[in-house]
Structure formats: C-alpha cells, structure tokens
C-alpha cells in the first residue's frame, strides 16, 4: 500500500522537508547531513531519539513541593490581609514560572538534540490542549508536559490513561470534582469528542453513562497527585458504547480507545499535523491499519509515514502554514541566533495566537490555514524585523528624530543577526548569489521571478552588500507568504 | 481557491481599468493600485450611511437561565438548589423575568427603549459540543456542516468586489462566520500597529516598505501572463517540484497578504483622523467596542464587526464567573451606543449577541452547569425591537428535552429578521431557505 520514497528522489528538498516536519527545520548544513545519510537513516536519526543525547535539565521548580501542606495551613490560618498577601505572592511565583517553562521548552525546541520528540510534544500539548489559565500551577503544567515527551511515540493507551490521570488535566476539565450524585460530563464528553474518538462516534446516553463510570478520579490536595476516592464513585452498572457492566474510569478509556474509529481518528490526526490538511480517506484507512498491527504504537507508524512517498508528494512539501511556535523556532534556527529574551518569545507566541500552555480551548488551536489572517500576517512581518534587526521596527530609527530612543527594554532580542555566520564571503559578494544563497536558506526553493527581480532592485538602490543591507534583505524574504510556508 | 482569484480580478477588472487591460498593468499603476483599490471599492459598493451589524459572541455556552431569570417559576427554583438567583437581587423587566443582578447596564438600555431580548432561541437537534454548536451558529447550518459562514455568504451576495474591510473582526482571529468562496474581511487587533513597520530610514520609494510592498503586490502576485492560472504556479521556475503543485496554501496567503496591505493602509488613516479618547469600562469587551466605535466613526466602508468574550463555559463555580462576564459585556454594550451617539453613528448601529448553547437547567454538583440547549439573544439599538420577544420556553420537566429546554425561536429566524429589515436584503439567497423572520427592527 505505502510505498517508500525511492533513493533518487532523497536530497536537499526531501531532506528539508524531513526536517521542517519532524522537527523544526534548520540551516543548510543541517539538512545537508541528513542528505548524507540516507532516508532511513536520517528517518531512525530523528526518531531514535531516547538514543541521542541527553536533553537539557528540568527547571529546577520542577519537583513536588515538601512544604505545600505547611504552605496551604498557613494560607488558611492568615487573617484575611495576609492571606490576601499570600495570594498574590503565589500567583505571581505562579506566572514566573509559567513564563519559565515556556522559554525552557522553546530552548529545547531551538537547540535541543531531539527535536521530533519536542514536536511531537508540542503535537500533544495541541491535541490534549490544556490551559494554565484554569490550572493555574506551573509544577502541574510541566508534569503533563512531561508525560507527553516521555510518551511522546510510546503507546496509545498507556499516553491516554497517564492524560487522563494527569492532576492538570483533572482540573482542567473539572473531573476531579465529579461525584456520583452529580457527575461532571465535561471530562467525558471531551475524551470522546476531541480526544478519542471525534463528533458522531458515540451518543449522548455514551457521554452521560461514561460521566458515572469516571466518578471518584480526583487528586490529592496535600501531594497534587491522582487519587481515587470510592466513596464518590458510582459502582453501578453503566451502559457505554454498546456494552453494560459497573465499568470505572479504566474500563471506559479502554473501551473507547479499543474502538476501530480511535485508530483512524488519532492516525488521520497526527497526519494533518506532520503532512497534509486533508488526509485522504486511503492514506487513514492504511495508517490505521499500520497503528493498529502495530498494537497501537506510535513510533513504528510515525516510521512508516516518514518514510513514505507520500509524505514527499510535490503538493504536502510547502504546502504547510508554519505555526507560531514553528515560525519563531524555525526562524530562530535559520537566523543562527540566540533565542530571544522569555519577554519576547511569550510576546511574540501570544500576538500570533500560540500562546505555550495557554491554548484558546480544549479543542486546541485550529491550526492550518486558520494562523493566518490580516492581523497575524503583518505581526509577522514586524516580528521578523525583531529576530533579524534587533530592533523594534515599530520604533523611529535612530537620528530621524532629536529625540534619544526610548529603551526598549523588554523586546530587546540581543542584538542583530550575525551575516557572516549565515553566508560565505562568495555568497555575500554579488547580488545573484546573495539572493541564491537567501533562497537556499529561507525558501529552500525558489521565489517568483518577479520576487527576486524586486530584491535584486532593492539591493541595487542600497549600494553595498554590507551587514544593514543583508538583514533588510533578509527581512524582506521573511515578509513574504512564501517563507510562512514549511 | 481558485474562485476566490477569479474574484479578485474580476474587482481588479471593474474597479481599476476595466475588461482584460487589468492583466497587463504596467509597473507603475502597481504602486498606486492601493489607493486606486480603495476608491473603487468605495464609490461602488460601500456607502458610509449604510446600516452597520455588530455581533457579540458569548463563548463558551452562557448560562440563560440566570441572564434572564424567570425569578418567579418554581421549576427553576427547585432546579437550582445553589445557584438560582435570589428574587429580590433579580433586575425586574416583567413580573415574570428580570436580568442578572450584574446587568444593571441592560436594564437601563431596556428601560430607554434601545434593548429587545430574543427568549428560548435555539435550533432543532441541537449539539452539545462547544465547536460543533459554535460552527452550526456561524454557518446556519443545523443540519450538514458547512464550510461557508452566514456573514461570509452576506458578503458574496450583496457585497461583491467590497473593499476587504466591508467586515473586521477584533483580534487576531478569523471567525468561521465570515468565511467564504470569495472571502472578505480582516481581522484587526490594535490599529497602531497594523501595518508593516519597516525599521529603516528610507522613504516609500526606495526604502524596505517599498519593497515589501512589490514582494507582496497583487501585480506581482498575479504575474505578468494574461490568462486565468493559479496564483501559486506563477513564476514558478520551470521543472522544480517544489513549485508546479503549490496550490491552496499559497495562493491563499497570498490573498491575505493582498487584503493586508491595503486594509493597513486605511486603518492607519482612520487612526490618524480618530483619537482613541472616549471613556469605556476596563474590560477585554470593552477594549473591542471602543475599537469598533473609532473605526465607524473614522468613515470605514465596513457592514459587519464581529467582537467577542469568552469564558462562559461555567462547569463549577458559575456564579461569580458569569457575574463578572455578564457584568463587563452589558456595561461595554451601553458605553458603547453612549460613544456612538456621541459620534452621531448611533442610529446606524445595531448590535446582536450570540452564544453557542445555553445549559441544563438543573445545576451540577460543582456549583456549575452543563452544557444545554436553548437560550436568550439580545438586540440593541435605537432601532432595536425592544422588549421580551418569541415565546419562553417551558421550564416543567415534562417539557424538556433531555433536561434541556425546547426552542422556541429558531436563531436562523433572527438571521433573516436582521438581513432582512436591518441590513436590507434579501435572507433566502443567505442563509439557503426562506425562514420565518422574526421582528428585529422597530420601524421597518
């Protein structure tokens, strides 16, 4: 059924695209060591990589906290004015935390020797989107994240009842507090909708019965782990997806995921996600079939899909709208550069609406065509002034005005892109080349004739090929619809 | 992908040179293509005295029941052991319903005559999932799910060739509402900043904004050939299979990037010509509003904005969670009309809220509710039918469905009554049926 990408057909476009997908693209040189390698091994390189080297470490807040009972007593016994203090301490360690974890993850992202696993991280972190804005906890939003890399190619169900027990994920969807005189449906509605199954797959009677079966499931305030309380659990019998018995929170994850339609509906998932919008019905009916042969592994079948000739079809290579975070992580790596201070990526990711553990939704981001409108295009734009000038181009240029510049403290990104890292001296010599070499690192292929005329014209009216030019240069190649293409 | 294009020329054709002289504009009417793309749109298609839309999303499902209480019906007493609303906090409007105790900015639009509150309004079948709720809302589409939305296909029908601002979302996203074969629209989320910075100190000729705007032109985009062909495959370099199959993405980036560029440069106009000064309550709603009162008033040729707040999806802990949600929406709402008729826009204004579901109405064990079906849907304006209008539904349990309340307003009905009587045109080619339009519009 799938055929492999014949040997001929591996260099630098295929190899690029490898790399744009399973991870977050890189310079040339980067893609011109795959091309060494062969597909396979370029394909095994990227996804053996529990093999490669050890990631960076944990933020060191990452870990219980031995005095959070001594901390909530305290909470509780303050009067009402230091308790309030307390709080807002609380809240803004909370935030500084957050803010830590998302520039900690980005930097594993931009220079971490495993990228498909962060990819793949992040492709999690989409699919059971949870938000900090309900959790509320940094700790808890990076052991969920932490359970998602760990398990990031593993298996299915054992990734879906880690998920499912996950404390951030049990306040998320308020399951923690579902009883059995009450159920809370909100856990098990989306477990079915959007993260099992899909819409139409099951009822509402399966929604409503299911809600029983996972009573009970709740967390321990003291140590924020999972707990299961009996005494709020409905023993009952519950009807679920064309079956009765007293089946738990267990039982229904392990129905549902057992369904043929989970394969197909996670399969077609990570497809869009690595490959194409609309997968075609075939190309979902094989990968499922490969998942579930496979007994619901995700790295055998992420093998297959990298390795096979449709994922190189000439309509799935740059055909692809680079997320945000793929935007700036990407951009970051072709540019060769630091990642900019946490002020600014968080900035950056929240203007262009993705913003790390803060998804709009459960439903997660629409992805797609859908990162694209007229006010996120032209942010875009500016934002790549910042990455490539270090500046805020939003701000008079110096000695226009008598004015001094005011600082711009928080969105100072460290300065400007270094050009002679980016470009030999031959390629920085004459226009063509310049404009070549832009294409070969930015495009990976070719922009419009008239697209080239016109940098040819700028660099014309600018005079020398100095530093200043180069990056405007640059900058203008990223301010085109093609560069927001991977 | 390839019709929306075809639309393009087509307006380029009628609205620049006419017939298929538009297919060969020489390099210099390009740099003028702007201006020239905005005149056009403006004599022709958008007349600034026209009737303006604004819709409100509630996201996240609001709870109706405690928005309009009907304070005195045991079922909801007894329904609601925790989270009913106490009688005597209830903002009485009849001696049956009465707003949200937080909602003191309605009553007093409700009392002037500018508030009509649409009660039970809801659709057959309806989906207890946020988005597919969410998406039968934007499309009108109950029964198949479409890709088109309803504001979208009023766009394609009666705004063919507009300006792309003849429809702007506040923030960064898109709504499904405004989708379409021939898209129009932007999204917009702070004026200021809505144009490309060029971070040089070159002038417009020969500085980097020049030249952004060639790498992004429609001229360069559409290439110099002069038959119809996708925008992607266009100087594409012959034989290089990275080029000859990119279709959609490209060609819709383009698109954006085109509709981008000229919307910039007018909104930067407006922002010059209107200041940003009008007082309004600290909210996220409120920021929106004010945003669309400058933009009306700086004489945008725009038909429909399209505002929304979220977190109305109150599973535990609802009441001071909607409290401050329906507390924040009603008072911009009021500040909003007091700021347009400060403008002299008021009358053209007219605002209509939506949110994706109402919820059960028995409360959950959480302090909270689920997801339900019927609810309330506000109209306001001085045009505005005021008062409670449609039917209330049923709140004994023999009538509801599911622990859900019946409809008894289809919301398509509302749709038909505004395009109808506010925005002047015919509904059926819309929304694909003629529906029963209910009365919007005081005076028609």
């Known amino acids: ?486 | 992908m390839e019709q929306m294009f075809k639309t393009r020329r087509e307006f380029l054709r009628s609205g620049l040179v006419g017939g298929a002289l538009a297919w060969t504009i020489p390099a210099f009417v390009s740099e003028t293509l702007n201006s020239l793309h905005a005149e056009a749109a403006n004599a022709s298609v958008v007349d600034k005295t026209k009737p303006i839309l604004v819709v409100l999303q509630m996201a996240g499902g609001n709870d109706g029941l405690n928005t309009l209480v009907p304070y005195t019906n045991d079922y909801y007493m007894k329904a609601r052991p925790s989270l009913a609303i106490d009688p005597k906090n209830v903002l009485k409007l009849t001696g049956e319903f009465g707003l949200h105790p937080s909602m003191t900015a309605f009553k007093d639009l409700y009392d002037a005559g500018m508030l009509g509150i649409v009660q039970g309004v809801g659709y057959p079948n309806p989906n207890r999932s946020h988005f597919h709720s969410t998406d039968i809302w934007q499309t009108a589409s109950p029964e198949a799910p479409k890709t088109q939305g309803w504001i979208g296909r009023y766009f394609d029908n009666a705004c063919a060739g507009a300006d792309p601002t003849v429809g702007i979302s506040i923030g960064r996203q898109m709504p499904l509402a405004f989708a379409s074969g021939h898209p129009l629209g932007i999204s917009l989320e702070n004026p200021e900043s809505y144009r490309f910075a060029s971070g040089d100190d070159g002038d417009r000729e020969m500085g980097s904004e020049a030249f952004y705007r060639k790498l992004n032109s429609p001229q360069m985009i559409e290439g110099d050939g002069t038959e119809l062909n996708s925008g992607g495959s266009i100087g594409a370099v012959a034989g290089s299979p990275l080029q000859s199959h990119r279709g959609s993405s490209l060609d819709f980036l383009e698109r954006v990037a085109l509709d981008a560029q000229v919307s910039s440069d007018k909104i930067l106009a407006v922002t010059k010509k209107v200041k940003d000064n009008a007082s309004y309550p600290q909210s996220q709603i409120a920021n929106s509003l004010k945003l669309v009162a400058r933009l009306i008033a700086g004489g945008l040729p725009t038909r429909v904005f399209y505002v929304s707040q979220g977190g109305y999806d109150t599973h535990a802990n609802q009441f001071p969670a909607q409290q401050r949600l329906l507390g924040e929406m009603s008072s911009a709402v009021k500040a909003f009309f007091e700021d347009l008729k400060g403008l002299g826009q008021d009358q053209r204004v007219m605002l209509m809220t939506f949110s994706e579901f109402g919820r059960r109405v028995a409360q959950n064990a959480n302090n909270g509710t689920d997801h339900g079906a019927a609810a309330p849907l506000f109209l306001v304006g001085n045009s505005a039918q005021k008062g409670l209008l449609g039917a209330s539904p049923s709140l004994a349990p023999g009538d509801l469905v599911n622990g859900d309340l019946k409809y008894t307003t289809d919301f398509r009905g509302i749709y038909a009554g505004v395009l109808e009587q506010w925005m002047k045109v015919e509904s059926a080619p819309i929304l694909g049926a003629k529906f029963p339009a209910l009365k919007c519009v005081a005076k028609v």
Request: aromatic share 10%; with cysteine.
């Open chain 1, 1 to 486: 059924m799938l055929r492999a990408l014949p040997s001929n057909q591996w260099n630098y476009t295929t190899a690029a695209h490898l790399l744009n997908r399973a991870g977050f693209g890189g310079p040339p040189a980067e893609i011109q060591k795959l091309v060494d390698m062969g597909l396979e091994k370029a394909v095994d390189h990227l996804l053996d990589f529990e093999s490669d080297a050890k990631p960076n470490a944990d933020p060191e807040w990452a870990k219980p906290d031995p005095e959070r009972f001594k901390r909530l007593r305290d909470m509780r016994d303050a009067d009402p004015e230091k308790r309030k203090e307390l709080q807002r301490m609380q809240q803004r360690e909370q935030r500084e935390r957050v803010q830590d974890l998302r520039q900690w993850w980005l930097e594993r992202m931009v220079s971490g020797k495993r990228p498909l696993q962060e990819k793949l991280t992040l492709f999690w972190h989409g699919h059971f989107a949870t938000s900090v804005q309900k959790v509320k906890d940094g700790y808890l939003m990076w052991k969920q994240n932490d359970i998602f890399r760990r398990n990031a190619a593993g298996n299915w169900q054992v990734m879906l009842e880690q998920v499912s027990k996950d404390p951030a994920m049990l306040i998320w969807l308020d399951q923690a507090q579902s009883r059995r005189e009450h159920p809370n449906e909100n856990f098990a509605r989306e477990v079915m909708e959007l993260f099992v199954l899909g819409e139409g797959n099951y009822t509402e009677r399966d929604v409503t019965e299911a809600a029983r079966a996972l009573t009970g499931w709740s967390i321990e305030r003291g140590t924020q782990e999972f707990v299961f309380r009996a005494a709020a659990h409905d023993r009952g019998n519950k009807f679920i997806l064309g079956k009765l018995g007293a089946f738990t929170g267990e039982d229904v994850l392990k129905l549902i995921s057992s369904q043929p339609q989970a394969a197909r509906f996670i399969t077609a998932k990570l497809w869009r996600f690595f490959a194409e919008d609309n997968p075609p019905k075939e190309m979902v009916d094989t990968l499922a079939a490969v998942f579930t042969a496979e007994k619901q592994e995700f790295k055998p079948l992420l093998k297959t899909m990298f390795m096979c000739d449709a994922f190189y079809a000439p309509g799935v290579i740059r055909n692809q709208v680079k997320s945000p975070v793929q935007w700036l992580v990407s951009s970051v790596r072709l540019l060769e550069r630091d990642l900019p201070p946490p002020m600014v990526t968080s900035n950056a990711l929240r203007t262009l609406g993705q913003e790390l553990f803060a998804p709009p939704n459960v439903k997660g981001w629409d992805g797609g065509l859908a990162w694209i409108t007229t006010n996120n295009l032209l942010s875009r734009y500016n934002m790549s002034a910042f990455l490539v000038l270090g500046e805020n181009p939003m701000l008079p240029p110096p000695g226009k005005d008598k004015k001094p510049r005011p600082r711009q403290r928080p969105f100072r990104p460290g300065g400007p892109t270094d050009v002679t890292k980016l470009f030999k001296e031959e390629e920085r010599a004459t226009k063509p080349r310049l404009v070549e070499a832009l294409e070969r690192r930015f495009i990976q292929g070719h922009l419009k004739d008239k697209q080239r005329a016109a940098l040819i014209d700028y660099l014309d009216n600018q005079g020398a090929l100095n530093q200043e030019t180069i990056l405007h240069a640059i900058r203008l190649v990223m301010s085109t619809p093609e560069f927001q293409l991977t």
